[in-house]
Structures are given as C-alpha cells and as structure tokens.
C-alpha cells in the first residue's frame, strides 16, 4: 500500500522521529541529512527543505562528501549478487533502465563499477530514473577519466538530484516549479 504524500504543513508538523522515518532515506541509508535539517523547520515548500538539505550537503568537507556517496548502493553488485537496494533505489531501478541490461552489460557495467570503486573509493552513483543505458554504460566510462575532486563533485549533484526526486515523492507540491532542480 503506498503511503500518502504530506503537505508542506505535514512535514513541519512531525516530530523528530517521524521526520528521520520518513525523509532518512532521502539519501540511501543516511539519516544524517534528515536529523541535521529537522530543526530548521518550518520549511515553506518542498524547495526550501530540499534547499537545507542541499546546503548541507554541500558545506561537507570532501571526506564528508566521499562518506555519502558510500552510502549508496553499488547497484550492479546488489543488483545481481544480492538484490538488495533500499525501498527508493529499488522502485528507482525498476522504473528505469537497469532491468533493461543484458546479462553482457550487467556484467561490463559490473567490471567499469568495480574499478570505478578501486580509483575513487565509493559506487558510481547516477541518477539512473533519467538517463538512458547508453548514458549510464558511457557516464561510468566518461567520469572514470575524472579527477577525483571532480567526480566527487559530479557525483554529489546526481545525489542531489536524487534526493530532489525522493522528496517529490514524499511530499505533495502544491505548485508545478519542481523542474528547476532536475
């Protein structure tokens, strides 16, 4: 049974614990985000919570930075060995276009994500609902060449996208300006 979208006045209503239950995954398996921006409330849109908890992403420092992206899955690997993906990165990829792999893709997108982890020490990570196949089997080879600096930095803007969509899905716009952080 899926779960009802809160309003804006929802979200500033809950207490803490509700608040980490319903947003600690905003970013896979860190309610960290959620716990820091809970006592910012109230937020008037979706936007402003999102835009707290972007602030905060971004304030990290880069070891700060590498330690989220870890919090993501290593999707192939889950994906083939385990099938374990959180709630919202599972009903991601179904939705997307890692179901539509063959089992050669699965397994080259295995091997360029496994030295992707050796040369930056954390899952590539690409907000998978809105990109192609073609443009995530060429994005891990594309940002492979990436300094690590700069794919931190890459990588941290598809987390941010990411987030933005979770928080659409919880949270009920009242007005259609959601584009602007997609």
């Known amino acids: 049974m899926a779960r009802l979208r809160l309003t ?3 979200v500033n209503a809950l207490d803490y614990d509700e608040f980490i239950y319903r947003f600690g995954n905003v970013v896979d398996q860190c309610p960290l985000l959620p716990a820091t921006v809970w006592s ?3 937020y008037d849109s979706v936007e402003d919570l999102y835009s707290s908890i972007a602030r905060f992403i971004d ?15 290593d999707l192939v690997r889950k994906m083939v060995t385990h ?6 990165s599972s009903t991601k990829h179904r939705s997307g276009v ?18 992707y982890k050796v040369k930056f020490g954390f899952p590539f990570v690409i907000w998978a609902r809105r990109n192609s196949k073609a443009a995530i089997l060429n994005g891990i080879q594309k940002r492979m ?14 987390v941010k996208k990411i987030c933005y969509t979770r928080l659409l899905n919880i949270i009920q716009v009242e007005h259609q300006i959601v584009t602007s952080k997609l």
Do not use: M, W, Y
């Not at 304030?59 to 899955?73: I, T, V």
């Not at 099938?83 to 919202?88: D, T, V």
């Not at 060449?145 to 598809?158: F, P």
């Open 83 to 88: 099938g374990k993906l959180s709630r919202e």
């Open 40 to 42: 910012s409330r109230p």
């Open 145 to 158: 060449q990436h300094s690590k600096d700069d794919e931190v930095l890459t990588a941290i803007e598809e």
């Open 8 to 10: 804006i006045a929802d």
């Open 59 to 73: 304030a990290l420092p880069s070891n700060g930075k590498e330690g989220l992206l870890r919090c993501f899955p």
């Open 98 to 115: 890692l179901p539509e792999l063959t089992d050669d893709e699965r397994l080259h997108l295995a091997e360029c994500n496994a030295n």
